[in-house]
């Protein structure tokens, strides 16, 4: 073999090596979900409501008021830890906007979720302002439970500069046994919380409350690496 050719084979060899040691320290790669999309192709499973695609918001689904919570899951998926990234449309309806994301999810009744109550961002009473965003865990830790035991621990105000009815970004960290939320850019978490099952990865979907309706868009998930 020529000098020439040996130089060749150790620098590929060396490129590769790079681009292996530069992938496992990038760790799995995010993914942008586009939800009208996944609906056309029949690859959201939406329970207890009706989707449709927005118009005028590429990329963008409308969940349907219902009694009962609802989802519209996202076949495929199966998040552990790191960071979920949605924008989320409620109405300004007083008991009647409970929009968020689920994940974790094993099946329609158990799952971890965190949702906004929009028609509490900017309200004067300061018990109601208290409760704008939530985290729960189902089927055991619904909100009246954790509203009883853990008064105010799973609960917190947004951002005064929120709108009720704008597209609000939120991003929920997971890493551990600690889950944080982000409601609106902010650069200090809205909540944080300790996570309250032992459930670890799971089915991640878009949510809505009792006799809620919701608009979604953006989601993207990005794995710890």
Known sequence: MTSVL???VVACAALVCAASLQARQSGPAAQTIDLAERLA?????????????IRDRPGAIHLTGSPGNGFAWIDGTDFGEGTIEVEIRGRDVMQQSFVGVAFHGKDDKTYEAVYLRPFNFRSPDPTRHQHAVQYIAMPDYDWPRLRKEFPEEFENPVD???SPTDWVPVKIVVEGATIQIHAGPVQTPTLEVRKLTQLDRGLVGVWVGNTSEGDFANVRL???K
């Open 41 to 53: 192709a029949g690859k959201l499973r939406v329970v207890n409501r009706e989707a449709t695609a």
């Open 160 to 162: 005064p500069s929120l």
């Open 222 to 224: 990005s794995p710890a």
């Open 6 to 8: 040996k130089c060749a």
